[in-house]
């Protein structure tokens, strides 16, 4: 019926996603396995179905035409990166700070802090960027020192510095308390008020898509090469070891002989390895987005930038 729900948007959204989604946790293992891409190709398949759905249909599930505006379009990509970053750092850097640099929870958990440092103060100092700057150049400051603080960070892993990495990642906060609010109030900007709501839950799934991008992606970039490296490295490791360094230098702890020695190092440099490219796709999701925000204030209207 005409007030009936969307069953067919819905359908292929929830498929579409939950397959992308199961691609990636498989490419963690094996991302060339039919298992993983073709999952996750399904999955890209049935998303771009739901729009090309939901932009002909009379009862589409959500308003995709909100997209058409650009300051909306930029809050989404915005939000879906920054939601990308956080979640996907969180993932990956308490293996490294706690595992690898041999820190407790309790230190590790500190590590991080200059990380929800950075984004309170940038929270704070949103405000006024967005008057010095615009709203897109807000955007597009917070993107700039988002990624420039993901280079740090990587930088600090082949150094070993934890000063270092602290400075990367109060920078990456910074971009993220800067441009997140205003992504959101600026993205809502130019909706109409009886489509707010519609604009607003969109906007909000953009952001859990990106955490839920930021977790697959990076997880699949740190667990593929991290097993790729403790294989290639020649040392003996159990196929639990391959896919978890917790586990490899738990099992280094039990053999304290020269062969738990090489494990545990071995396990070291491929999980450190494997954090660089993390940090480094990191960076270029949010060099990406940044590129995007350029073209779409350049095609939209010139108040807007």
């Keep these: 019926s005409a007030t009936g729900l969307p069953w067919r948007g819905g359908l292929l959204v929830t498929a579409g996603l939950g397959l992308l989604t199961a691609g990636l946790i498989n490419a963690q293992r094996a991302w060339m396995s039919l298992s993983a891409c073709g999952s996750a190709l399904a999955g890209v398949v049935l998303v771009v179905g739901f729009v090309v759905s939901d932009l002909r249909t009379g009862r589409p599930l959500t308003d995709l035409r909100l997209f058409a505006s650009t300051p909306f379009a930029i809050g989404g990509i915005v939000l879906a990166t920054v939601n990308f970053a956080v979640f996907g750092l969180i993932f990956v850097l308490p293996a490294y700070l706690e595992t690898v640099r041999g820190h407790n ?29 615009s709203p897109a150049g807000a955007c597009r400051a917070g993107l700039t020192l988002l990624a420039l603080g993901a280079v740090i960070m990587g930088a600090a892993t082949v150094r070993g510095g934890l000063v270092l990495m602290g400075v990367g990642e109060a920078l990456a906060g910074l971009g993220m308390g800067v441009c997140q609010p205003v992504a959101l109030s600026w993205g809502l900007s130019q909706v109409d008020s009886d489509r707010r709501g519609t604009g607003s839950s969109l906007l909000s799934v953009l952001q859990q898509l990106g955490s839920v991008l930021g977790i697959g992606v990076l997880g699949t970039v740190e667990g ?60 270029l999701v949010a060099v990406g987005a940044l590129v995007a925000v350029v073209v779409l204030v350049r095609r939209g209207d010139t108040r807007t930038g």
């Design 105 to 133: 929870a309790l230190v590790g958990g500190l590590l991080l802090m200059p990380l929800v440092a950075g984004a309170i103060l940038g929270s704070l100092l949103n405000e006024h960027a967005t008057r010095r700057l």
């Design 224 to 283: 593929s090469i991290y097993s790729t490296g403790l294989t290639a490295s020649g040392v003996h490791a159990t196929p639990e070891a391959t896919s978890s360094v917790t586990i490899a230098f738990q099992q280094a702890a039990r053999s304290p002989d020269a062969a738990g020695q090489a494990l545990r190092e071995a396990a070291a440099r491929a999980y450190t390895t494997a954090t660089d490219f993390s940090l480094l796709t990191c960076c």
